[in-house]
């Protein structure tokens, strides 16, 4: 399958400040990239969905001030949580699809960034 | 998307085959079954998907019924690498870029 990284894969940050999370898809062209959240026991909540050149569209209860997200190529679109906060610290899992869909599997899921604010 | 329902924990033995389970009473003809895992703090990664008739691949097979309204997920031998949860998805198989929606889905806890 496919293949989707993410950086960094952890990061701990100071309340406050901003911290950018990168996700790429490394071997297909992505024109759609998902962000999704996960805190501690609880499943997947989609964040906001990213198309290349266009703005992101936010999930409700997203702000999308606070959750930054550019995805300027084919390959890689980019999260900023700007302003952190402890209630921010949570895992955050992009995933990206591929243009034409083959008969398998349609979206490939990157390894996460896990994010601790102080 | 057709709501899904999974039992919220099950375990199995090392090397016994594991059957995860999943209701999918509304779903809709053009909707097809997903079924996700997670490993602890990775991202989710595709098993196997499909539409009416059982699918098999490297990884899994998956049964579904004949109306369709529930599907069974086997690991025919399941290892310790293989807890994890389990996430069963309904949803359209279209040229949309539409989102997957993650329900609570099943842990399985492997059993040396």
């Known amino acids: 399958g496919a293949v989707v990284s993410q950086h960094p894969s952890w990061v701990i940050c100071k309340s406050g400040t901003s911290v950018k999370i990168e996700c790429r898809s490394l071997?297909?062209?992505?024109?759609?990239m998902f962000w999704y959240r996960q805190f501690p026991k609880q499943s997947l909540m989609l964040m906001a969905t990213?198309?290349?050149?266009?703005?992101?569209?936010?999930e409700q209860g997203v702000e999308k001030d606070k959750f930054l997200i550019n995805h300027a190529s084919l390959t890689l679109s980019t999260l900023t949580v700007t302003s952190a906060h402890p209630e921010d610290s949570s895992f955050y899992i992009c995933?990206?699809?591929?243009?034409?869909?083959?008969?398998?599997?349609?979206?490939?899921f990157g390894p996460g960034t896990r994010l601790t604010v102080l | 998307d057709a709501k899904t329902t999974q039992p919220t924990s099950m375990d199995c033995a090392e090397g016994r085959a594991a059957n995860l389970p999943c209701n999918h009473s509304t779903i809709s003809g053009n909707e097809y079954v997903y079924w996700y895992r997670q490993i602890h703090s990775q991202g989710p990664q595709y098993i196997i998907h499909?539409?009416?008739n059982n699918e098999t691949n490297e990884m899994a097979s998956l049964i579904i019924t004949e109306d369709r309204k529930s599907s069974t997920l086997i690991l025919p031998h399941a290892t310790l690498r293989d807890t994890a949860v389990y996430y069963c998805i309904v949803r359209v198989r279209s040229g949309s870029a539409r989102q997957l929606t993650f329900g609570s889905g099943t842990q399985l806890t492997v059993l040396p």
């Open positions: 995933s990206a699809r591929a243009p034409t869909s083959g008969d398998y599997n349609e979206q490939f």
């Open positions: 990213s198309n290349e050149g266009s703005k992101a569209t936010y």
């Open positions: 499909g539409l009416k």
């Open positions: 071997d297909f062209q992505a024109t759609t």
